[in-house]
């Protein structure tokens, strides 16, 4: 993680004035997705729930990551289930792609590790879907919150609601 800030750092100096040649200046170019991604990742690791931990398993691909959440509370309490995430390019134009590699049976979360939450969403009806001021950070707790006693109450109200 540092070594993609530090790198970012480093080209910036090193571009200096700009040069008359196009194809040298295109291949320093970092990613507007990049230069977002050193900031929200380290704010993540301020913010990071307790029950979660993030891993990447190249530092330089900030735009990769897996999560490891680990719920001390509810149905779930003492798994530990990993999701990976990818940022894509347009990113905080669509939101990140996250799938859960750890065989589940959980409502928001299919059979092949599609996870149903209204964040991940380009266009949500509700209105609560993506939108370009979220970060990494509100899909980390988005995840969690799967997990917690708090999402319980709300299924159980649901099928109480509903269910007949």
């Known amino acids: 993680m540092l070594t ?4 970012l750092k480093r080209d910036d100096g090193v571009k200096g004035p700009r040069t008359s040649n196009p194809a040298s200046d295109s291949t320093r170019r970092v990613s507007i997705r990049d230069k977002l991604l050193v ?5 993540l ?3 990071l729930p307790c029950t979660c931990k993030v891993n990447f398993p190249d530092p330089n691909k900030l735009h990769y990551f897996q999560l490891t959440v680990t719920p001390d509370e509810g149905y779930y309490q003492g798994g530990k289930f990993q999701f990976e995430i990818e940022v894509p390019d347009a990113y905080n134009m669509v939101p990140p792609k996250v799938k859960c590699l750890t065989r589940i049976w959980h409502p928001n ?4 590790g599609e ?9 949500s009806i509700d209105g609560t879907g993506w939108a370009p001021t979220r970060t990494l950070k509100d899909v980390v707790w988005g995840l969690n919150s799967l997990f917690t006693e708090d999402f319980r109450n709300k299924v159980e ?3 109480k609601r509903y269910a007949r």
């Open 4 to 7: 993609l800030a530090s790198k």
């Open 39 to 43: 900031k929200e990742v380290a704010e």
């Open 45 to 47: 690791e301020v913010n």
């Open 109 to 112: 979360i299919t059979e092949t």
């Open 115 to 123: 996870i149903c939450l209204s964040l991940l969403r380009e266009h």
């Open 157 to 159: 109200d649901y099928i």
